[in-house]
């Protein structure tokens, strides 16, 4: 493996220096000598940088905007060193190194063997300093980042932890000389911590944690990068015109499909019995109630016209529903956030703490994007990907979804079972891939199919479905439900 080669003494460096004579070594430096081919060179020099301060410097710390990433950016690092002026060491094209004089003996942190970086606690301060812009890379990341990374710490260890931060950098802000940056890191510290005015604060992020809204930023960047795909593609707009029966004909399929794909699996025959008939099935109390209850949602009209104005409308629609079809699982505790975190597979949904906030922000999103079928799969990913409560999470973020088609006055739509997988398929690809371009096809297809189905006959309804293969499972169905709505396919954009 290649690797840098340095000189202790004055006899190494001849020794080296014969060697590159005799081509077995490379001279990057002074001192400083590789067995790497030319083309390896760059990319050793970026990966082992930090030996090369150690050879320069061993007894700097690396500071500043370097300490956090450990990377050179820009092929520029910063170190601290017990230097008397500000100097720039260039090491050929590929390496600058900037050093920082100041205080190289508190709080610093190993990150390699015999080589140390500012702790937490100093490169915040560090972070905070003025950064001369007149160089390739930043010294220093700025107090919006300070304020991000506050919020981190917060979110992940506590109160306690800010509070440390905070009576460590007053006990050693003389020494670096940075009382001015620890005057500063304390107002962001209280602002964030409600203790101090929020005045302080200029990101979202933290101004939403300071007012108890704390939100995830990670969702938030996922749901306008879906915004934005939403509005490069050209979604078909399917008008329904309301007919009693054929509005009751597709709620019943509506919350037939919608639980079947939860797990709540009856014939069809059985679903009748439970919703036409009232009856309760096999003593399935509550698997026959979620039946009952989702139709019952989605089945009145002024329910599903329904759409939220503000966030806090938003979260009381979604309690309210979700009450509603939970009723018969008190366990689930129907129309109650979240304790826990929870997953689906590897995909961690948004923090309990967050849940509320992560909405607001994400609102203004879904207010921006056309009415109809973009809003609707706008809202049904949000609902998707925040998993508000312990249970019954995907039938919301359904409900949620037709309802803004119904008050579009468009088609709602149904997600049969043989669309199952794929319909999950695309909410895995725009949860850990950020790539909307399934999600928004199933859904596109699935909206051209339901509107093309004749609702108004039930008899009529379920031979189309059932000969379409629309409820059977997708290894059974599959290439039969497929072909049928390749009919309705739309040109998307690939992202």
Same mark, same amino acid.
């Given at each position: 493996?290649?690797?840098l080669?340095?000189?202790?003494?004055?006899?190494?460096?001849?020794?080296?220096?014969?060697?590159?004579?005799?081509?077995?070594?490379?001279?990057?430096?002074?001192?400083?000598y590789?067995?790497?081919?030319?083309d390896?060179?760059?990319?050793?020099?970026?990966?082992?940088?930090?030996?090369?301060?150690?050879?320069?410097?061993?007894?700097?710390l690396?500071?500043?905007?370097?300490?956090?990433?450990?990377?050179p950016?820009?092929?520029?690092?910063?170190?601290?060193a017990q230097?008397?002026?500000?100097?720039?060491?260039?090491?050929?094209?590929?390496?600058?190194?900037?050093?920082?004089?100041?205080?190289?003996?508190?709080?610093?942190?190993?990150f390699?063997?015999?080589?140390?970086?500012?702790?937490?606690?100093?490169?915040?301060?560090?972070?905070?300093?003025?950064?001369?812009?007149d160089?390739?890379?930043?010294?220093?990341?700025?107090?919006?980042?300070?304020?991000?990374?506050?919020?981190?710490?917060l979110?992940?260890?506590?109160?306690?932890?800010?509070?440390?931060?905070?009576?460590?950098?007053?006990?050693?802000?003389?020494?670096?000389?940075m009382?001015?940056?620890?005057?500063?890191?304390?107002?962001?510290?209280g602002?964030i911590?409600?203790?101090?005015p929020?005045e302080?604060?200029?990101?979202?992020?933290?101004?939403?944690?300071?007012?108890?809204?704390?939100?995830d930023?990670?969702?938030?960047?996922l749901f306008?990068?879906?915004?934005?795909?939403?509005?490069?593609?050209?979604?078909?707009?399917?008008?329904?015109m309301?007919?009693?029966?054929?509005?009751?004909?597709?709620?019943?399929?509506?919350?037939?499909?919608?639980n079947?794909?939860?797990?709540?699996?009856?014939?069809?025959?059985?679903?009748?019995k439970?919703i036409?008939?009232?009856?309760?099935?096999?003593?399935?109390h509550?698997?026959s109630?979620?039946v009952?209850?989702?139709?019952d949602?989605?089945?009145?009209?002024?329910?599903?016209?329904?759409?939220?104005?503000?966030?806090?409308?938003?979260?009381?629609?979604?309690?309210?529903?979700?009450?509603?079809?939970?009723?018969?699982?008190p366990?689930?505790?129907?129309?109650?956030?979240?304790?826990?975190?929870?997953?689906a597979?590897?995909?961690?949904?948004?923090?309990p703490?967050?849940?509320?906030?992560?909405?607001a922000?994400?609102?203004?999103?879904?207010?921006?994007?056309?009415?109809?079928?973009?809003?609707?799969?706008?809202?049904? *990913?949000?609902?998707?990907?925040?998993?508000? *409560?312990?249970?019954?999470?995907?039938?919301v973020?359904r409900i949620?979804?037709?309802?803004?088609?119904?008050?579009?006055?468009?088609?709602?739509?149904?997600?049969p079972?043989?669309?199952?997988?794929?319909?999950?398929?695309?909410?895995?690809?725009?949860?850990?891939?950020?790539? *909307?371009?399934?999600?928004?096809?199933?859904?596109?297809?699935?909206?051209?199919?339901?509107?093309?189905?004749?609702?108004h006959?039930?008899?009529?309804t379920?031979?189309?479905?059932?000969?379409d *293969?629309?409820d059977?499972?997708?290894?059974?169905?599959?290439?039969?439900?497929?072909?049928?709505?390749?009919?309705?396919?739309?040109?998307?954009?690939?992202?």
């Amino acid at each position: 493996m290649s690797q840098l080669i340095f000189a202790s003494n004055t006899a190494e460096s001849k020794k080296l220096s014969h060697a590159v004579s005799n081509g077995a070594l490379k001279r990057i430096r002074a001192g400083i000598y590789t067995d790497a081919s030319w083309d390896e060179i760059p990319s050793l020099i970026q990966s082992r940088w930090y030996q090369i301060i150690d050879f320069l410097y061993p007894d700097a710390l690396v500071s500043h905007s370097t300490a956090v990433s450990l990377l050179p950016s820009n092929n520029v690092v910063y170190i601290t060193a017990q230097t008397k002026i500000r100097k720039k060491i260039k090491i050929s094209d590929l390496l600058t190194i900037e050093v920082l004089p100041g205080n190289t003996d508190i709080l610093k942190e190993p990150f390699q063997p015999n080589v140390f970086r500012s702790s937490p606690v100093r490169y915040l301060l560090e972070n905070l300093q003025i950064s001369h812009k007149d160089v390739a890379s930043v010294k220093s990341l700025g107090k919006d980042w300070v304020e991000k990374e506050l919020c981190r710490l917060l979110e992940r260890y506590g109160e306690q932890e800010l509070n440390r931060i905070r009576d460590q950098a007053s006990e050693h802000c003389k020494a670096l000389d940075m009382e001015k940056e620890f005057s500063t890191l304390q107002s962001l510290i209280g602002a964030i911590l409600s203790t101090q005015p929020v005045e302080a604060l200029s990101t979202e992020r933290a101004i939403a944690v300071a007012k108890k809204e704390p939100f995830d930023p990670h969702r938030l960047q996922l749901f306008k990068s879906l915004a934005d795909y939403l509005n490069q593609c050209h979604l078909v707009s399917r008008p329904y015109m309301y007919n009693s029966a054929s509005w009751r004909h597709l709620s019943f399929f509506e919350s037939y499909f919608s639980n079947y794909i939860e797990g709540t699996e009856f014939e069809i025959d059985e679903a009748e019995k439970i919703i036409f008939e009232k009856s309760e099935i096999n003593h399935r109390h509550q698997d026959s109630h979620d039946v009952m209850a989702v139709f019952d949602v989605v089945q009145d009209y002024t329910e599903m016209v329904t759409v939220p104005n503000n966030p806090d409308e938003l979260m009381n629609l979604l309690i309210q529903r979700h009450k509603l079809i939970m009723a018969a699982r008190p366990e689930k505790r129907p129309g109650e956030l979240k304790f826990n975190t929870n997953k689906a597979g590897d995909s961690v949904f948004v923090s309990p703490e967050q849940v509320e906030g992560t909405i607001a922000q994400a609102f203004p999103i879904y207010q921006s994007l056309e009415q109809g079928l973009p809003r609707a799969i706008f809202m049904q *990913f949000l609902i998707s990907e925040c998993h508000p *409560f312990d249970d019954g999470n995907g039938r919301v973020s359904r409900i949620m979804m037709n309802a803004e088609l119904v008050n579009a006055e468009q088609y709602k739509i149904i997600v049969p079972t043989v669309h199952r997988e794929s319909y999950l398929n695309g909410l895995r690809q725009a949860t850990r891939m950020g790539k *909307f371009r399934t999600l928004t096809k199933v859904f596109s297809d699935l909206h051209g199919y339901t509107s093309d189905v004749d609702w108004h006959d039930y008899s009529e309804t379920r031979f189309r479905l059932e000969t379409d *293969f629309a409820d059977k499972l997708p290894d059974q169905g599959v290439a039969v439900f497929n072909k049928q709505i390749s009919k309705y396919r739309i040109d998307l954009p690939v992202g």
